[in-house]
């Protein structure tokens, strides 16, 4: 089966994780956490990457470069890029994804009467002018282009229909459909896409045009509403891991994935989506961006497949299909596999995680043996969460501008509790610095701010643990924003310990802030109690 030719039976993904999932409030991603992604992504079997929003900054048009050269390979997915139907983001969108087998340029204009008055001031037949303009020169630059008619959900039928056609005339070869508020209801929606479908003269069955739903989550209903645009003949879905998106989000990859699969029967449709690889993006999503997955959260929740209820755990004990819909090895949930223990070795330990699907340089296996080797010392088994944990620690790090060497805390019921904690700069200098706090995270990141002087508001704070038992992995996911709320930051850390978990997440956050804004704002001397300070 070719990938992204416009087969009935079969519903192209378009992951827009990258571009409207970065679009989250503190989403933010480097370029080489972006790479990351795009390359599990494309494990994980999307037909379309859309890699970002290149006209957006010199960074962002750099980042989709690299995801087209090294991820859009002839038999890897499409490379999409955003443009608004200007000359100027379309150029840079098709130098962003030019490079790739498969580019895609993706453009879009508000066409609701609420966006043409309040946001581009044109009328209908202006926008039209638009229209034909910039998807014919996005045409002559690109042979897969993608047209959105934003706020497609409170656009006018009729006009949607035009706007549709002209696009169509123009040379678009996807036409995606937007309920860019989430405001659309199914039974509306579905309507919506089988006229579109009908009545849009070239976008027929028949015409190649590819129909493609976008849906947000407003009102909790974007999966229904994308859903029920396949069931009126889409066969393009926009979707995200974990359904990160602006606001509420955007539709839930793994929802819509498990969806198609559980009940094929009734939607009768394949899709190239690799359903065991769903868990280990959404971790990787969710400790790149540092935004937890809630736990009753569909398909990738941490109790997602938990039973709690006496009849349930019963029923699952007799048959898992008596409360069991699909399986959790279907989505790549792994049982906690017994695997290594402190007297495996580093080749042992390099096997494991080839087959768990991580290929690393010399370099970078010391740096995870070392890891691995203390953490078996203090936990009999070794499990492939654990290595999964150790290794999105290890891959979610980012660039370290301070860095954890050593720490002490001495919490409890007498006394303050207090924390030392010793980071190392990309300079080479070794800091110390010393705090109390009211529990001993807080010590630590008095301590840890008394190093790295940047001021900061701690949004988000997040704990559990990797595998049952009292001698699990803790993971932290924290968040942090700048004084002004505007910008926010997230990391993540995973140890034995989660007052060193919580450090290394913190950290992390505090790394990428400093990539983000810099080291301007200091914070004066003296607000945190100050033991040593060795250079
Ligand atoms: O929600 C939306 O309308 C979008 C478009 C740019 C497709 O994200
Ligand atoms: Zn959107």
Do not use: A, R
């Given at each position: 089966m070719t990938k992204n030719a416009a087969d009935p039976n079969v519903v192209l993904f378009f992951d827009t994780t990258l571009r409207d999932g970065e679009q989250s409030p503190g989403a933010t991603m480097s370029s080489a956490e972006k790479l990351e992604i795009a390359r599990q992504l494309a494990r994980l079997g999307v037909d379309i990457i859309e890699a970002g929003f290149p006209a957006a900054s010199p960074d962002d048009l750099a980042a989709v470069q690299r995801i087209a050269r090294e991820v859009g390979t002839p038999d890897g997915p499409t490379i999409a890029g955003l443009a608004r139907a200007v000359e100027r983001d379309i150029r840079i969108c098709w130098e962003g994804v030019r490079d790739a087998a498969k580019p895609r340029v993706h453009t879009f204009l508000g066409t609701s009467d609420i966006h043409l008055k309040y946001q581009t001031g044109l009328t209908h037949a202006q926008a039209l002018e638009v229209i034909r303009n910039m998807v014919t020169l996005a045409r002559s630059l690109c042979e897969d282009i993608e047209f959105s008619p934003m706020d497609a959900g409170r656009t006018d039928p009729q006009f949607l229909i035009d706007v549709c056609a002209l696009a169509i005339e123009c040379g678009a070869t996807t036409l995606n459909i937007p309920d860019t508020v989430g405001y659309v209801t199914p039974t509306e929606w579905y309507e919506t896409i089988s006229t579109l479908i009908a009545e849009t003269p070239g976008g027929?069955?028949?015409?190649?045009v590819v129909w493609s739903v976008h849906c947000h989550n407003d009102l909790g209903l974007a999966t229904a509403n994308t859903l029920a645009g396949v069931k009126a003949g889409a066969r393009q879905v926009e979707v995200t891991i974990n359904g990160i998106g602006e606001r509420a989000g955007n539709t839930s990859l793994e929802e819509v994935a498990m969806a198609l699969q559980t009940r094929a029967p009734f939607y009768g449709l394949q899709t190239h989506i690799n359903t065991r690889e769903i868990v280990k993006t959404s971790r990787l999503v969710s400790n790149y961006t540092g935004m937890h997955v809630q736990a009753n959260k569909a398909v990738v929740g941490a109790n997602a497949f938990a039973h709690e209820a006496g009849i349930h755990q019963d029923g699952m004990l007799k048959n898992a299909s008596t409360y069991e819909i699909m399986t959790p090895e279907s989505v790549g949930w792994t049982q906690s596999r017994l695997v290594l223990g402190k007297h495996s070795g580093r080749h042992a330990l390099k096997v494991r995680l080839e087959e768990l699907g991580y290929d690393l340089d010399k370099e970078q296996l010391q740096q995870v043996f070392e890891r691995f080797k203390v953490l078996a010392d203090a936990k009999k088994n070794v499990t492939d969460a654990d290595l999964e944990a150790l290794m999105t620690d290890e891959l979610a790090r980012p660039q370290e501008y301070f860095k954890l060497e050593d720490m002490q805390v001495v919490a409890g019921t007498m006394g303050m509790p207090t924390a030392t904690v010793k980071l190392s700069t990309a300079e080479g200098e070794t800091i110390i610095q010393a705090a109390v706090g009211v529990g001993p995270v807080d010590a630590c990141f008095k301590a840890v701010d008394s190093v790295v002087r940047l001021d900061n508001t701690l949004i988000e704070y997040n704990v559990h643990s990797v595998t049952e038992g009292i001698d699990a992995l803790g993971e932290v996911t924290v968040r942090i924003s700048t004084p002004d709320g505007k910008r926010s930051f997230g990391g993540y850390g995973a140890d034995k310990d989660v007052i060193v978990s919580s450090v290394m997440a913190y950290l992390a956050a505090l790394n990428r802030m400093i990539a983000g804004i810099g080291l301007g704002e200091k914070k004066p001397e003296g607000d945190a109690a100050t033991v040593a300070i060795q250079r």
């Open positions: 027929g069955v028949g015409s190649g």
